[in-house]
């Protein structure tokens, strides 16, 4: 540690150069008489010609004079720097005493004018010191990657050009696509939430886009939203219309007949009671809104259906949840179907042939192709639990098929729109049934992740699917015989990235993967999304091999993630 420098006492450096100049006059002034008594004596050694010129006493007294000319000059050096110390240097525990005579106005500003101003001294930086400053010249680019895309909630397609479509990222935000995923554009990073629960295209009018913020799943790194947004441009542009406690939206439908009726899924919080929970009816665009099934403080709504052939009947599910660090509530006495045949104004349980046990998260859809059929997939304990078909508008149920597995991370069934007895089931690997639920088999997942969440069927060639799932978008052409992946889509869900190489010439991202981390490295410094590759054989190396510490983002089949 540096010790502290020692300051003089400057209020006796003065004092002290008087006092040593009196003793060296003095002791010169007797020199002087001593060599003026022995002048005789020098003239014996020296000849008359120096003592003509003064000699050796000349000599001694000029010497003298010129000792005490430098000393005085010292003294005057020295009372000039202790002025100039005294100025710039304030004692550090003591104040400056202000003037003890009064100083009028005049007299101030005359002060002030006469003094110019002290530059302030300039703040010491200390190493690690940052400022704005700092980074002014570093803009933020996108590096990717994009082999992998993060998880995809929702699709918003144009139904008069599919090449124009929305995607809805679990926390990634909203991008916009018109070339059918040739190209992106992120349309959403500008609001409020990066989480995404939901998206909707006004049936009348494609440039009116809904979204519902926050994911609609129970996870335990799950993204929250503020509310729901609307934009009246095709994503250039939004606005919050409320219901900002929602935190989680799992579904928004419109009414066909009057664009400004619009229903809101809200499932609330997941970690607390509260916020904005039920099933929310607008009347006038958004502006005003209304609590139209309100379940409880724990309970919200998750699904919400619109019957097409008559929009005056809708059916929702309400889901009880909450999310502990130790567990999930996944469900309770408070989950149901309800049914509405006024416009949503007032609702009843639906309970002929729905499992009398507590229920978790319900999934509903009604078939486009007739509307008297109305598909669940039902969580519920004891085994109850499964896939459900109503052919009566829901007024009475049966149960097809025991499969009940995820539904607090899926939790979807999907309709073809052409055949009433096609409908696809959201899980681990996507399972379509042809036979009404009865049977299920799964479908192809090769060159796609896995993971799925949501499937949109074209109406009008239900050939034609987009698939969205943990990995990002894909696409196929022959009903999912094959899949093209969409690898330019770069939502990634990196756990962690690290720097791999000297000058950044390559890194290595982990990311969440079914059953196995997957990792991506990039090779390049001058880089695209694209630049990134799998690693070779990722999933016969430990995380520790390429990473610092181990990823601990996994995901479980099966709804095994308690």
Known sequence: MTEPMHRPNTALLIPRAILYTYRFHKKNRLLTESVQDSRSDLSKIFPPTHQQQGGPWRVIVMGKNCLVAVLCGSL??????????????????????????????????????????????EEEKKP????????????????????????????????????????????????????????????????????????????????VVWVGSG?????????????????EDGGKSWKNMGLKKSEH???????????????VAAEGPLWGPGGDRGLFKTTDGGKTWKNVLNISEN???????????NPDIMYASAYQRRRHVFTLIDGGPESALYKSTDKGE?????????????????????????????????????????IFRSKDKAATWEKRNDFDQGAMYYGQVVADPKNADRIYIMSVTLRVSDDGGKTLRKMNESNHHGDNHVLWVDPQD????????????????????NWAFKANLPTVQSAKCRQAGPAFRSCWAAAAATGAECRACHQVAASTPRDWLPCPAFRGIPSSALLPEPVAFRGHPAGREQ
């Not at 003591?94 to 005359?110: M, Y």
């Not at 699709?155 to 916009?176: C, I, L, T």
């Not at 070339?179 to 992120?186: E, H, K, Q, V, Y």
């Not at 994911?215 to 934009?231: H, I, K, L, T």
């Open 215 to 231: 994911e609609s799943n129970s996870q335990r790194s799950v993204g929250y939203g503020d509310g729901v947004y609307r934009s």
């Open 76 to 121: 005057l050096c020295a009372g000039l720097a202790v002025s100039s110390f005294a100025q710039t240097q304030q004692p550090e525990n003591k104040k400056q005493e202000p003037p003890t005579g009064k100083v009028t106005g005049k007299q101030k500003e005359k002060k002030e004018a006469a003094t110019p101003a002290k530059a302030k001294p």
């Open 346 to 386: 007032t609702w009843d349980k639906v309970k002929s042939g729905i499992p009398s046990e507590d229920k978790g998260r319900i999934g509903v859809a009604v078939s486009p192709s007739d509307p008297n059929t109305v598909y669940a997939t039902i969580e519920a304990s004891n085994g109850k639990g499964g």
């Open 249 to 263: 939206i799992g579904r928004i439908v419109i009414d066909p007949r009057d664009s400004k009726v619009v229903f």
């Open 462 to 481: 239900n050939d034609y699917y987009l698939l969205g799932s943990d990995g990002g978008v894909a696409e196929s052409f022959n009903r999912g015989d």
């Open 128 to 207: 690690g010191d940052f400022s704005a400053d700092t980074f002014s010249g570093l803009e933020f680019r996108l590096i990717g990657p994009a082999v992998a895309s993060g998880r995809v909630i929702a699709f918003a397609v144009n139904p008069k050009n599919r090449k124009e479509y929305y995607v809805g990222v679990a926390s990634g935000g909203v991008w916009k696509t018109t070339n059918s995923g040739t190209t992106w554009m992120p349309v959403f990073d500008g609001e409020g939430s990066y989480s995404i629960g939901t998206v909707v295209l006004d049936p009348n009018d494609s440039s």
């Open 299 to 309: 309970t919200g709504v998750v699904d919400v259906a619109m019957d097409p052939s």
